[in-house]
């Protein structure tokens, strides 16, 4: 017997997936990207949600039976705070108010000199080089270490389990479809985040260009490799999420020889193994949009922090998915009339044609970034507005 | 006098000794999500 849950659960997903392939669903799918508002919303303790995942579902069910939604961007959960305590290190994130921000000094545990073994082997790099220097208890090789990591492995299995349970119990208790089935990144975002910083990569593609290079590309093929084989059922009408963070603070010249290429390479891998990639272009990617016209044909989504999103869908619509629209500076002060207002206008502007999702212009973190009513009275707009 | 292991060597044993309970497939899929997450 087919339930009605399930019936929404796959309205929706059919939804997002002519969108993805740039075609006209029923109506405009609406998007939620957020951490931690739901939980803040319905008054759960952020760090306690943090320790057990399986708290998000009692704020997913409460919220989004007020709020209409087509699909979750992702569970919200990314950072594995139980795993980075048993190795004695925070990782390159701190906590406040159960939001997760990234700390810049953290991740520098690359040396230039370094580059030789990681383009070697870049596996093996971050096995027996890099993780030493980050978790300085699996430096001692012995039982110490043996123990660390083993303990390690139970608070990820431990979070990995109640992670799948959340996913599942969304997508078929709530009939809400949770996008992202992993999320991605490939050489120099990589080597930004994780490895060198970002004084370290500005460095290196002036003084070693083509150790960075290589780097970036034995990166791609490395990690999307292992993302491929973690997420290998790419048929499912989930997506790859990627944020893209180092190309638009580069110069125009460095953005096309030290960035691009990359961006490309990752998007072919994906594509041409028949992913849904979906790039969340944080930063204003306006000057940069002649260059989608490289992009490789396939399901690609772009999810627009700024701009002009009328603009941006006229020059890029024919290239990818594009989805935003609502800013959320709006969504937490301004009148539900506003929202409203805003909310028609997009849907006039974008929706014409299909290929194009509902959603706002940032993540919702933390409760301030939205009022309860005005997100509420923009998605029921868009509900009704947004029907093809 | 106890062998200095490399992480490497770390992972493979606790990928062993966990084998028989998730699978030799799954657990390859367990500890490379793993390391990737470490990354953070």
């Known amino acids: 017997m087919y339930s009605l849950k399930e019936e929404l659960y796959t309205q929706r997903l059919n939804r997002f997936n002519l969108a993805f ?13 957020s951490e931690m508002w739901p939980v803040h919303h319905c008054g759960l303790s952020s760090s306690e949600v943090l320790k057990n995942p399986l708290l998000f579902f009692d704020a997913f069910k409460k ?8 699909g979750l961007y992702s569970l919200g959960n990314l950072w594995i705070e139980s795993l980075f305590n048993t190795l004695n290190n925070t990782g390159s ?25 990681l383009i070697k082997d870049p596996l093996k790099f971050m096995l027996n080089e890099f993780f030493p220097k980050k978790f300085e208890i699996l430096s001692y090789g012995d039982t110490r270490s043996a123990q660390a990591l083993n303990q390690a492995f139970q608070a ?10 959340l996913f599942e119990q969304t997508e078929n208790v709530l009939g809400i479809p949770v996008l992202a089935r992993t ?29 960075f290079l290589e780097a970036s590309s034995v990166l791609t093929s490395c990690i999307t490799e292992m993302k491929m084989k973690i997420y290998n059922t790419p048929e499912d009408g989930h997506i790859v999420m990627i944020p893209l963070h180092l190309g638009t603070f580069l110069k125009p010249k460095d953005f096309e020889k030290f960035y691009l290429p990359f961006l490309i390479q990752v998007l072919e891998l994906y594509t041409r193994a028949d992913y849904t990639v979906c790039l969340f272009l944080e930063n204003d990617w306006t000057p940069y949009l002649e260059y989608f016209e490289s992009f490789p044909k396939g399901r690609i989504l772009g999810i627009f922090e700024y701009g002009n999103l009328h603009e941006i869908k006229k020059r890029v619509g ?5 989805a935003g629209g ?39 973190l933390s409760l301030n970034d939205g009022r309860f009513e005005n997100i509420r009275a923009a998605h029921e707009f868009v509900h009704e507005y947004g029907k093809y | 006098m106890e062998e200095k292991k490399t992480v490497e060597m770390l992972f493979d044993d606790l990928k062993k000794s966990h084998e028989e309970e998730f699978g030799e497939e799954e657990m390859e899929i367990i500890i490379d999500e793993m390391i990737l997450s470490m990354l953070f």
């Open chain 1, 21 to 33: 392939k740039r075609q006209i669903p029923d109506r405009v799918p609406i998007l939620f990207m």
């Open chain 1, 63 to 70: 919220t989004f039976s007020e709020i209409y939604i087509d």
């Open chain 1, 93 to 117: 994130y701190v906590l406040s108010d159960g939001i997760v921000n990234y700390e810049e000094r953290n991740s520098c545990y690359m040396d230039v000199s370094d580059y030789y073994a």
């Open chain 1, 156 to 165: 990820y299995r431990d979070h990995r389990q109640k992670s799948m349970y």
């Open chain 1, 183 to 211: 999320v991605a990144s490939f050489g120099p975002d990589i080597l930004h985040e994780f490895f060198r910083g970002f004084q370290g990569v500005v460095t290196d593609i002036n003084r070693c260009p083509q150790l």
């Open chain 1, 318 to 322: 024919n290239y990818l998915c594009v």
């Open chain 1, 326 to 364: 609502m800013p959320i500076s709006q969504l937490a002060y301004g009148t539900k009339q506003q929202c409203i207002d805003t909310a028609k206008r997009v849907i006039d502007e974008c929706a014409p044609g299909g290929g194009f999702i509902f959603t706002t212009d940032k993540l919702m």
